[in-house]
């Protein structure tokens, strides 16, 4: 670790040593303006971005990132107009003085009917875009603290309405298990980006974040339980710029991050490094928190190019790792049970944008991924010792054409995915007596294995008035041990009526998604069958179902606005995991079907230019279907073959909520309220007494009800501006998080999961400069 800190610990030197030349004065023609469209959602734009001054006229064309650049500008006043395809134009001004770069959002909207109506920036709270998409603001990423080190992205997302967060920081949306997708630039992330499975995602670098649960374009496929768009800083002022930060805390955690960023002309370079270590870096099945240290780091980079206002190319690469300890139970502790996991991955993606004309526009994007994971296990690991090494790579390209007619935004394109995977797994029995069936002693596995995925689509965006649609069809192909193809229809529509302050939507999504890649070659041998005869040892089958959704947005008082809807999901191949004791190792599994139906309900509340809040409420009932296949299976296996039973999903929790609370106190000071509740998630025992005898964890579980108890925590932030001159900037923030150091149990021993206990109360201490 210390070989790792003392290159990090220099480059943070040499960012607050920088000389000063870098903050000279600029030249008088050295001024750029940057201007971000956004739609009413804040989401951004494709756009022609036209600047206007005395004796100066610029053309720029933003891509999906809404962003055009006016590089070379002198001192003076300026009108920027922006024009997106379906959009009505909308122009502001901006006023060149002192500073060197100066950053102006411009929102473009709807086309009004034919009636005269005056639209206010009240407005901007209702979302009018088919799907349900929930964005994330820039103050809410600029503040987000998660109680655990490396979870800052997976905490932000569970506090939107519709998304279960599970033992080691595994994100469930609507029901669904390990079908989290991101989209980082434009590029789909297909593998599990939970701690124990992938490095941290880094909030550092990220611009924007949207959260999607339903009306999916047809543009997106294969793991749609849930999709969290990701937009990085693709576009920077000129010159020098970067940040530190140093923030520590409760379970001795600590990290150290910063990146650098270079603009000339019609290239910028970007480079962001992080360190970080814990001693509570999983879910432990204990309150004591036995054998838990972990330890991460990450560097990212990339250069964006434009050759000239038409055509932009971006190249960027990831090279992250973690190191951490499974675990112990108190028995397993006291024998001396130590078992080590490491994660890594590296990946290269570039992305080619060519405005073909002013209505046509060429994507192509690229990317290639190589991950690892092992797990070693000491001989006194107990009552299993398992051992795993495993590998992925992938191997991912595109290309899209879209473009605009009339009411018209329409898209084609068409992906390749190549998936080669390495197995390699073991166990040995060191206590015969923890299984109540029998079980092979022992059990080796080695296998390796490539497949292909493809698929095309075509989509419409339709603007008529107040009604805008989206209406798609995709083709998807998957021969990966099993070989299986299927067309997904799509559509979302949203009707505004403005007068009553009403937006009212709805969707459809025909989905067809594919199976988790970890330990898929094993969960879907036949060799399944040496460990517990009644194991079927049949292929993982891709998941298909039928989404359905009705909602509606309605301004209430002020600027509130309360969004409400109704979903129903029918699955068939259900996808879930089998855990492997508390390893974190899971291997995939389908249930014959499964129905999962809920509510959801979002209100927002600006309650004066200081004060805001936002209150979330989730509730969710689905049920699955036997038999189950794949897994390993080393006990329950025989009830779990039996078809037609049905039982609870593991995530039927009948309500959650979360509320903010943000006040502003003064220019330079803020206060933060967050809190969130469960009612309970199922609990499946198996046969015989629970592993745990501790008194305080089976008191969080009601036995006669088949339930947890249910789950709270309340947290408290607070930050300040501690000093601010030009670019440069100091800033702080505390977090304590459960204030109240209730015990919340996450999971409980059983035939699929191990236990586990969400985090004591604890507290982070953040620092942060700018320049």
């Known amino acids: 670790m210390q070989a790792m800190i003392r290159p990090v610990a220099l480059a943070l030197t040499l960012f607050t040593l920088w000389p000063p030349a870098a903050l000279a004065a600029p030249d008088p023609g050295a001024h750029t303006v940057q201007a971000r469209v956004t739609d009413a959602t804040s989401a951004p734009r494709a756009a022609t971005c036209e600047l206007s001054g005395e004796d100066t006229r610029k053309q720029e064309h933003a891509g999906s990132d809404g962003l055009c650049v006016f590089r070379g500008l002198r001192p003076g006043a300026y009108l920027v107009r922006a024009t997106a395809l379906g959009f009505t134009p909308n122009s502001t001004t901006v006023v060149i003085s002192k500073a060197a770069f100066v950053s102006v959002p411009i929102t473009v909207r709807v086309p009004a009917a034919k009636t005269t109506i005056t639209v206010s920036d009240t407005d901007s709270l209702l979302n009018s875009e088919p799907g349900n998409v929930e964005r994330v603001s820039e103050q809410a990423l600029a503040r987000q603290s998660g109680s655990q080190m490396s979870r800052d992205l997976i905490e932000l997302v569970r506090a939107r309405a519709g998304w279960l967060l599970e033992a080691n920081g595994v994100l469930h949306p609507r029901g669904s298990e390990y079908n989290t997708q991101y989209v980082i630039d434009g590029l789909p992330v297909f593998e599990n980006r939970s701690p124990g499975f992938a490095p941290p995602v880094e909030l550092l670098e990220l611009q924007s974040v949207a959260v999607q649960t339903g009306g999916y374009p047809a543009s997106i496929g294969r793991k749609l339980g849930g999709v969290v768009e990701l937009h990085t800083r693709s576009e920077l002022a000129p010159g020098l710029h970067g940040s530190v930060v140093a923030e520590g805390g409760g379970f001795n955690s600590r990290r150290v991050a910063g990146q650098l960023g270079f603009a000339r002309s019609q290239t910028a370079v970007q480079a962001s490094a992080a360190v970080a270590a814990s001693e509570r870096f999983m879910d432990p099945p204990s309150l004591e928190n036995f054998a838990n240290h972990g330890f991460s780091d990450s560097v990212q980079g990339s250069v964006t190019h434009r050759f000239d206002e038409r055509r932009k190319l971006r190249f960027s690469f990831e090279h992250a790792r973690s190191n951490f300890d499974v675990p112990n139970e108190p028995l397993q502790e006291a024998v001396g049970q130590r078992q080590d996991r490491w994660v890594q991955q590296r990946r290269l993606a570039f992305a080619y944008q060519h405005l073909a004309s002013e209505r046509l526009v060429v994507d192509l994007r690229a990317s290639a991924l190589a991950g690892s994971a092992r797990l070693e296990s000491n001989l006194v690991s107990t009552p299993i010792a398992p051992n795993e090494n495993r590998n992925h790579r992938e191997f991912y390209l595109s290309g899209a054409v879209s473009g605009h007619h009339s009411h018209h935004d329409f898209a084609t394109g068409a992906d390749l995915l190549v998936t080669s995977l390495h197995e390699r797994f073991r166990y040995q029995i060191t206590d015969i007596s923890a299984f109540v069936e029998v079980v092979l002693p022992s059990f080796a596995f080695d296998k390796s294995s490539v497949g292909f995925e493809t698929s095309a689509y075509i989509q419409d965006r339709i603007s008529i008035g107040p009604l805008i649609a989206n209406i798609g069809l995709r083709w998807d192909s998957y021969d990966f041990l099993v070989r299986e193809s299927a067309w997904s229809p799509r559509a979302a529509a949203a009707w505004t009526i403005r007068r009553l302050g009403l937006v009212v939507h709805g969707s459809y999504d025909r989905v067809f998604g594919t199976p988790a890649a970890e330990n ?252």
């Not at 509510?599 to 009932?621: G, H, K, M, V």
């Not at 078809?643 to 609370?661: C, H, K, N, V």
């Not at 008194?695 to 789950?711: K, M, N, T, W």
């Open 520 to 771: 898929l070659l094993l969960a879907s041998s036949s060799l399944t069958r040496l460990v517990s005869p009644t194991v079927l040892g049949l292929p993982v089958r891709p998941e298909t179902g039928h989404f359905l959704e009705v909602g509606a947005t309605k301004r209430l008082f002020g600027r509130a606005a309360l969004n409400a809807r109704a979903y129903r999901r029918a699955l068939k191949n259900f996808s879930d995991d089998d855990v492997f004791l508390n390893t974190g190792i899971a291997f995939p599994i389908t249930f014959a079907e499964a129905n999962v139906q809920g509510f959801e309900a979002n209100l927002r509340i600006p309650l004066a230019q200081r004060f805001s809040a936002a209150l979330t409420y989730s509730n969710l009932s689905g049920t699955a279907q036997l038999p189950v296949t794949g897994g390993l299976l080393l006990s329950g296996a025989e009830e779990l073959l039996e078809p037609g039973g049905a039982f609870r999903i593991s995530q039927d929790q009948r309500s959650t909520a979360s509320s903010e609370l943000w006040f502003q106190a003064t220019n330079r000071l803020w206060f933060g309220l967050n809190a969130w509740y469960g009612s309970g998630l199922p609990v499946e025992l198996e046969e015989g007494e629970p592993r745990t005898a501790d008194a305080r964890i089976l008191s969080r579980v009601d036995f006669d009800r088949g339930r947890l108890r249910p789950s709270y925590s309340i947290d408290v932030a607070a930050g300040a501006d501690l000093w601010r001159q030009q670019s440069r900037a100091i800033n702080a923030q505390l977090t304590v998080s459960n204030i109240t150091n209730h015990v919340n149990v996450i999971n409980f021993a059983g035939l699929l999961s191990g236990t586990a206990i969400a985090p004591s109360r604890s507290f982070n201490v953040r620092l942060r400069y700018s320049f």
